[in-house]
């Protein structure tokens, strides 16, 4: 099992910028790919980044490219989600998640572990 857990959401101003951490705790050898999510209210969950853990290698959804950058701290097992530039359509509650596979997945049932959200409000 592997276990996950976000921090570093908040309130920001449209324009503005927020880091958010991940931190992996248990079997967390297993893991070939972490990934960022997020729900929006009424909407359903959607891809925002990732990450291959062992290269370091990244993608991002369109709606993200260019403002938002993931990186890892293997040491502290650690993935992060470097927010510039933040919109209104931003605001949702952003989803951390681990996975055995590599590859470039952005669908969730490729994730096998997720951590609980953190909200994410960015104000106009």
Same mark, same amino acid.
């Given at each position: 099992? =592997?276990? $996950? *857990?976000?921090?570093?959401?908040? $309130? =920001? ?6 880091? $958010?951490?991940? #931190? ?10 972490? %990934? ?11 891809? *925002? ?6 290269? %370091? ?17 293997? #040491?502290?097992?650690? =993935? &992060?989600?470097?927010?510039?530039? $933040?919109?209104?359509?931003?605001? #949702?509650? &952003? &989803? ?14 490729? &994730? ?7 909200? *994410?409000? *960015?104000?106009?």
């Amino acid at each position: 099992q =592997v276990q $996950l *857990v976000e921090s570093g959401g908040g $309130l =920001v101003q449209a324009g503005g910028s927020l880091r $958010l951490s991940c #931190a992996a705790s248990g079997r967390t050898f297993s893991i070939a790919t972490m %990934g960022w999510f997020r729900q929006a209210p009424g909407k359903e969950r959607e891809f *925002v980044s990732r990450i291959n853990w062992r290269s %370091g290698g990244t993608y991002y959804a369109d709606s993200v490219k260019g403002r938002f950058t993931i990186f890892r701290d293997n #040491a502290k097992n650690t =993935v &992060y989600l470097q927010m510039n530039s $933040l919109k209104p359509e931003d605001t #949702a509650v &952003y &989803y951390c998640a681990a996975s055995p596979r590599g590859g470039t997945s952005i669908i969730t049932n490729w &994730y096998d572990y997720w951590g609980q959200g953190t909200q *994410v409000n *960015v104000s106009s």
